[in-house]
């Protein structure tokens, strides 16, 4: 009977066929287990599912015969090998002499390092060497000349003759042009032989190209617009501050509102005087309402009460309302100026009855 050490670790006969991954693992173990090595003869009878040359159809062995030990080098087969050898590098020859068989990647990384280092890269016959690869054969000599007694060629076959075809001839003007054309444009249309044809430029068309043309400038153009627009000041225009309000005759006695709307003033004339009141409370800047039926201003935010003169009597209003400058303009109108106004602060010296504060009538 075939044992475990003989068998390895194939199964015993008989058995199904084995593929190759399946050998090729026995193969491996037998190497590493120091096991007899499967033949080509043995690896077939596997593959083809019949018992191997030193198995029985019964199941009993035959101790195969025992691998010859691998050369400890690899010894030149010919003189001429040897001389290669002997031109060979020392690193060459001492890799040579421990009979490990190179890889196309490892010689590979060997020339870099050799090209970086500024080393002499491996010849053709170093790297054949390394490979393991045979040597090339010998140039096959020459044969001789056929002796008169050699066999005559057969004659050879005549061609059949090709029909005859009309030459091509082209018509029309050559187009020249610089480089390669673009494909799709008609200097590659017409170095192709194609005919290039563009739309046809109808009024339709000419209008429509128009008419998105001039919607491309109007949208640039708002664009533009808008952009400069961002950079230019913003402005408040306010009224005035200096005006003509009439003449003194055209005022009547009593508070004239008619002014209040237009420049926030009132108008009171007195039977000695006549002078603006600017229409602002003092408590906090509201603009009062005047009441003819209780002869007084209302100030409608808080409560403050003034007379008809804008003094203050009632309500949280701190002083009375301020007047504004008024004086005589060269054709004989009154000209106020809002910009300067007179007060009478709380408990202290009135200033209405400075000059510019009134006009005497």
């Known amino acids: 009977m075939a044992d475990e050490k003989t068998l390895g670790r194939l199964p015993k006969w008989p058995r199904q066929v084995l593929n190759n991954s399946v050998i090729a693992a026995e193969q491996a173990y037998r190497k590493r287990s120091g096991l007899p090595l499967l ?15 030193w198995e029985a159809g ?39 002499a421990t009979g490990k068989k190179w890889s196309k990647s490892a ?6 390092r050799r090209k970086r280092n ?5 010849t053709d016959p170093e790297i054949t060497a390394l490979l393991g690869e045979p040597a090339a054969p010998p140039a096959a000599p020459a044969a ?4 008169a007694t050699a066999r005559p060629a057969a004659p050879a076959a005549p061609k059949p003759a090709m029909p005859s075809v009309p030459p091509l001839t082209r018509s029309g003007t050559a187009t020249k042009y610089v480089g390669t054309p673009a494909v799709g444009t008609s200097k590659a249309a017409a170095a192709g032989g194609l005919a290039s044809v563009g739309p046809d430029d109808t009024t339709v068309d000419q209008r429509r190209r128009r008419l998105v043309w001039s919607g491309v400038g109007a949208f640039l153009g708002a664009w533009f617009l808008a952009f400069f627009r961002f950079f230019l000041p913003r402005t408040l225009f306010e009224p005035a501050t200096k005006f003509k309000i009439g003449y003194p005759t055209d005022f009547a006695l009593g508070v004239d509102t008619k002014f209040q709307q237009k420049y926030r003033i009132w108008v009171d004339r007195t039977p000695d005087r006549l002078f603006v009141i600017y229409a602002r409370c003092t408590h906090l800047g509201c603009t009062p309402d005047w009441k003819p039926a209780e ?19 009632e309500g949280p209003a701190p002083r009375p309302m301020d007047r504004a400058h008024i004086e005589r303009a060269p054709d004989g109108q009154i000209l106020v100026d809002v910009s300067h106004l007179y007060q ?15 006009l005497p009538v």
Not at 107 to 112: H, K, L, P, T, V
Not at 118 to 122: F, I
Not at 144 to 147: D, F, G, L, Q, R
């Open 118 to 122: 500024n080393l002499p890269a491996l």
């Open 144 to 147: 001789p000349a056929a002796t």
């Open 58 to 96: 019964d199941g009993s062995s035959v101790a195969p015969a025992p691998a010859a030990p691998a050369p400890a080098a690899r010894a030149p087969a010919t003189p001429a090998a040897a001389a290669d050898q002997g031109s060979f590098s020392p690193d060459v020859q001492k890799w040579l």
């Open 295 to 313: 002869n007084k201003f209302k100030c409608p935010c808080h409560g403050s009460g003034y007379d008809s003169e804008g003094v203050n009597f």
């Open 39 to 53: 033949t080509d003869a043995d690896m077939e009878a596997l593959r083809t599912g019949v018992p191997m040359s």
């Open 344 to 358: 009478w602060p709380k408990g202290q010296q009135s200033h209405f009855d400075d000059p510019g504060a009134f």
């Open 107 to 112: 010689i590979a990384a060997e020339q870099a």
